[in-house]
């Protein structure tokens, strides 16, 4: 299956006519319900009141659920006074609340009471998995296989919309190239072809062919836009770049998402170069209607438009519903601003009502794209609800899934796989129990419910003593002590270590992208028993890998994989499979490279191969690359690559030449390679990336196999936003890769572009 930066391209082309379809004709195209005319007329009967309720979203202030953890229940509302609201036509729904029979409670009150029964939509953060919890986005990632992300994303609609959710806020779709932010864990990484594939993977899943499915969720790429460029990988934290930067770097994926027929989006908390995105009329309104043609609506972050006071950008609530709702953002969420100020906003003649009212169409058109005023009730169903939860299919998905999000970043004289025969000493604060399993973002989710790695290698066979060693940041009283005893009686230390769950995701940036230093304790103490060690790392983002972890035979990184997280692990550990999982994100030396971003420009002074040299782009104490690079993955057997072959000198300007290399497995185990294609621009109007992903291909090799990996080069694969922040292709010379890594030479060659 090739991937390329083309494909997504022509994608694009073609899908981006259809999203020039103003979204009633798209309606109708669903629905007889879903025409203009029918919404037409609901508007005009409508009041200023009932017009700012359909652009009020609030979370719901029903119990019970672990959302409440990731959003306190809107206003300290009950529920009943929620319900209460909802039948007055105060709000057009609500998230993060629990199960089909919260949503048939209120459908039922606003269907048979409110004056114009309109129906509620119910959305929730469903980011990887409902129920049955897939890998974190970012290992997924991992897999270099979009279309993997397309089936888990479908299999959380079938959970998620079997339980009454209509609308998703996901997928998370933002480029994070600094590894101290938090909410890396949630994307697909530092690449931008990687995280384009992604997201659309991601809206088709979740969207699936109709939207009116009461298995098909609403799709929200998330978050418009930049919010990964936060300087220091703060979180919230300011966001300064070019134009041309965001162009080119944090606004493919969120094009891919909408060519892939998403028709919603987020707007970020952060701003840009000093306009918050909330506010932000060139975003929200110029380029994604204007230039874009996006037909369908935005809704705030949390809070988003109320922050917009703390910015120094609103005077008050009422001036940051104002200043929102003019910048093109349709819908409120959690703030109750435009519930509370647009009437006032209107009748003083500060927000023309034609603005509210095109909010109000979208959110009208949205509501009947979902089928909701055919059946408002197409997504709840109690009985079906348990019905969908956890299938025997989903929870082999997600351990499929698992499986192929783990990157085995070293493995020294083939310590792994285990014979399953060994003694393993299994030591560290992830060896078992019920904790950090499922990820991050996991509203529906249950630890209890996921396999640990303890139980995971025994299921699989294994014979293993455990011993917790120490805590995630703190001591264990004697835990040294005890891990020691176990990995004297062992043949092999697996040592569990890394991040608790908690340490990325929102608001979780880390200054230092190392393991707690108790656990690097551990290690060095376990170290020095001479046993064979491997280290199973859990982990929500890059990490600065130090010591003896740095050093060990073997270390698998294998983030937060969900509901199979330990069998999935153990299919790797005792070599059922065969580890084939890429780095999404590039393993830096050291925290203090951070950004780092494999696809960096040159510079005057780049760092030249081969012993130091004074006077370039270089840190005293590491070098200007990665330990391990962007796309490295090893797997059970030695991969070789052939050289680069062209099926023709020159590129001509309207033509395509074929690249291709050999990759062979000379090993003894069947594997899967991804093999990367890379260019680099060598002289552009603009600097250009050292390299840059524009294809890649995962290709099965089995035991001494030799297959010929080829990708189409024609000049849409070269362009790049110029001096006139336009998309451009210069003829000239570029280098050519087919390697295993950004940074491994692989298959190397050039070739000239002619006009
Ligand atoms: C959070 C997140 C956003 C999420 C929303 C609703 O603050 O920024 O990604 O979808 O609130 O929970």
Redesign the pocket.
């Known amino acids: 299956m090739q991937l390329t930066r083309r494909s997504m391209l022509v994608a694009m082309g073609l899908a981006s006519a259809w999203a020039a379809t103003p979204l009633a004709a798209l309606a109708r195209s669903i629905g007889k319900r879903a025409d203009a005319p029918f919404i037409e007329a609901l508007i005009a009967k409508m009041t200023l009141e009932e017009k700012a309720g359909q652009l009020t979203l609030l ?1 719901s202030a029903w119990g019970g659920s672990k ?1 409440a953890q ?2 306190p229940p809107g206003n300290g509302q009950s529920f009943d006074q929620q319900v209460a609201d909802a039948v007055a036509g105060k709000l057009t729904g609500v ?2 609340g629990n199960g089909a029979e919260m949503a048939r409670r209120m459908q039922h009150a606003v269907m048979t009471q409110s004056r114009l029964g309109i129906p509620l939509m119910f ?3 469903v ?1 990887h998995g409902h129920r049955t919890l897939f890998p974190l986005p970012l290992g997924e990632a991992a897999s270099f296989e979009p279309e993997l992300a397309e089936r888990t994303a479908r299999a959380a609609a079938f959970e998620a919309a079997g339980a009454g959710i209509d609308w998703t ?2 997928p ?1 779709v933002d480029i994070a190239r600094d590894q101290r932010w938090g ?1 890396v864990m ?1 994307g697909t990484g530092e690449d931008i072809l990687l995280g384009s594939l992604f997201a659309a993977a991601r809206v088709r899943g979740f969207q699936g062919d109709d939207l009116t499915a009461d298995d098909a969720m609403l799709a ?1 790429p ?2 418009f836009a930049a ?1 990964g460029a936060a300087e220091a990988g703060l979180d919230y934290n300011t966001v300064d770049i070019s134009e041309r930067t965001l162009r080119e770097v944090y606004l493919p994926p969120f094009k891919a998402s909408f060519d892939a027929g998403a028709l919603t989006t ?1 707007a ?2 952060n701003e840009i170069s000093g306009v918050p995105s909330t506010a932000n009329k060139w975003l929200m309104t110029d380029l994604l209607r204007g230039e874009w043609k996006f037909p369908g609506m935005v809704v705030s ?4 438009d109320e922050e917009l006071i703390m910015h120094g950008f609103a005077e008050d609530g009422k001036d940051a519903a104002r200043l929102s709702i003019l910048a093109g953002v349709d819908m409120s ?2 703030s109750n601003l435009y519930m509370m100020h647009l009437p006032a906003l209107v009748r003083e003649g500060l927000v023309p009502e034609s603005q509210v009212d095109e909010s109000v169409r979208r959110v009208l058109t949205i509501k009947a794209v979902l089928g909701l005023f055919d059946d408002p009730f197409r997504r709840i169903d109690p009985a079906r609800e348990a019905k969908r939860s956890m299938t025997a299919q989903n929870i082999a998905l997600a351990r499929e899934a698992g499986r192929k999000s783990i990157v085995m970043l070293r493995n020294e004289g083939g310590v792994l796989p285990l014979p399953l025969s060994s003694k393993v000493a299994l030591i560290g604060p992830f060896a078992e129990g019920p904790h950090d399993l499922i990820g991050g ?1 996991a ?1 529906y989710g249950d630890d209890a419910q996921a396999v640990d790695l303890a139980t995971g290698m025994r299921k699989a066979g294994g014979t293993v003593t455990v011993a917790e060693g120490c805590g995630v940041e703190t001591p264990v009283p004697g835990g040294i002590e005890a891990a020691l005893e176990a990995a004297t009686g062992a043949d092999v230390v697996v040592l569990s270590l890394g991040e608790a769950q908690t340490m990325s995701g ?1 608001a979780q940036s880390r200054t230092d992208i190392i393991v707690p230093r108790v656990q690097q304790e551990l290690a060095e103490a376990v170290a020095k028993l001479g046993k064979p060690m491997v280290v199973v790392l859990r982990n929500g983002r890059a990490l600065a890998l130090e010591g003896v972890i740095r050093d060990a035979q073997a270390i698998l990184v294998t983030w937060y994989l969900g509901t199979e997280s330990g069998t999935a692990i153990a299919d790797i550990l005792y070599g059922s499979h065969s580890p084939s999982g890429r780095l999404p994100v590039s393993f830096p030396y050291d925290t203090g490279q951070q950004p780092f971003h494999y696809d960096r420009k040159r510079t005057g002074r780049p760092q030249p191969p081969g012993p130091r040299v004074d006077y370039k782009a270089q840190f005293r104490e590491v070098p200007n690359e990665a330990l391990f690079p962007f796309g490295h993955g090893l797997t059970y057997g030695e991969v070789r690559y052939g050289d680069l072959h062209l099926d023709g000198q020159v590129l001509p300007w309207d033509g395509a030449v074929t690249v291709s290399a050999t990759v062979t497995n000379s090993g003894s185990h069947a594997i899967e390679e991804v093999a990367q294609f890379y260019i680099h621009d060598r002289v552009a109007s603009v600097t250009r990336p050292v390299r840059q992903l524009v294809a890649f291909d995962k290709v099965a090799l089995a035991p001494d196999q030799t297959k010929t990996v080829s990708f189409r080069l024609d000049r849409s694969m070269l362009e790049f936003y110029g001096l006139d922040e336009k998309p451009v292709v210069e003829p000239g010379e570029f280098d050519l890769w087919i390697a295993p890594s950004a940074q491994a030479e692989g298959a190397s060659g050039k070739i000239r572009l002619t006009a």
Request: hydrophobic share 50%; net charge negative.
């Open positions: 979370p959302a990731f959003n998230f993060n959305a929730a953060d980011i806020f996901a998370m909410r949630e929200c998330k978050h919010y987020m970020s908390f972050d949390y809070t988003g969420m959690a973002w509203v929102e």
